[in-house]
């Protein structure tokens, strides 16, 4: 599962590389296939019957993780962005892919640069493959905090690492606070971006 995305992160290198794409085909794509994934992605949310129902289980903490995520990735991405000597909007926009770095890699580059979209991509990435080692070890601590380094992939791609080692019962929490982060992507970076 970890050797997916580096796997096509390589291919995509070699085929950009190669220049055998047309350049206005690469830059239509990021667009297009964001809006396929946004779409996707809704549709996943408005199938699930059963969501409303465990949110109202499990109250409170449905909301408050996913609040405490977002401060704890902000907190991250301005200690980040000190010690990097970046402008603090732009460590709080790539802190604010949440781990989504496909959406956050291509927004980042259509509102501000490339430079600083590939460091968005390439950080939110890092924080999805670092899930994969980090919840394992962290999950002594409580079932819950296993959901917080994977931000909106706890939806998905670290969602089995997530029910392996805090337990099927967090599932919903972990897929409620993935939509909730994943929604907040599209908002908060934009936002970020626009106090430069």
């Known amino acids: 599962m970890v050797i997916f995305p580096i796997v096509a992160l390589i291919i995509g290198i070699l085929i950009g590389?190669?220049?055998?794409?047309?350049?206005?085909?690469?830059?239509?794509?990021p667009s297009t296939i964001l809006?396929?994934?946004?779409?996707?992605?809704?549709?996943d949310i408005g199938s699930?019957?059963?969501v409303m129902k465990e949110i109202k289980r499990f109250g409170?903490?449905?909301i408050f993780l996913p609040l405490f995520i977002v401060l704890g990735s902000l907190a991250g991405g301005l200690f980040s962005g000190y010690l990097l000597n970046m402008k603090y909007c732009d460590a709080l926009a790539i802190a604010s892919g949440f781990g989504w770095y496909s959406l956050s890699g291509i927004l980042v580059s259509n509102l501000a640069n490339v430079e600083l979209g590939t460091l968005a991509f390439l950080a939110n990435l890092a924080r999805e493959l670092f899930s994969f080692f980090i919840i394992p070890l962290i999950s002594k601590r409580g079932k819950l905090?296993?959901?917080a380094p994977g931000g909106a992939t706890s939806m998905d791609s670290t969602l089995p690492f997530i029910v392996r080692y805090g337990g099927s019962e967090i599932a919903i929490v972990a897929i409620v606070s993935g939509i909730v982060l994943s929604a907040l992507v599209p908002i908060m970076v934009p936002f970020f971006l626009s106090l430069k």
């Open 17 to 29: 590389m190669s220049h055998v794409v047309p350049l206005f085909i690469l830059k239509q794509a």
């Open 35 to 43: 809006l396929l994934l946004l779409f996707i992605v809704g549709i």
């Open 48 to 50: 699930n019957k059963n």
């Open 60 to 62: 409170l903490k449905v």
């Open 145 to 147: 905090i296993c959901i």
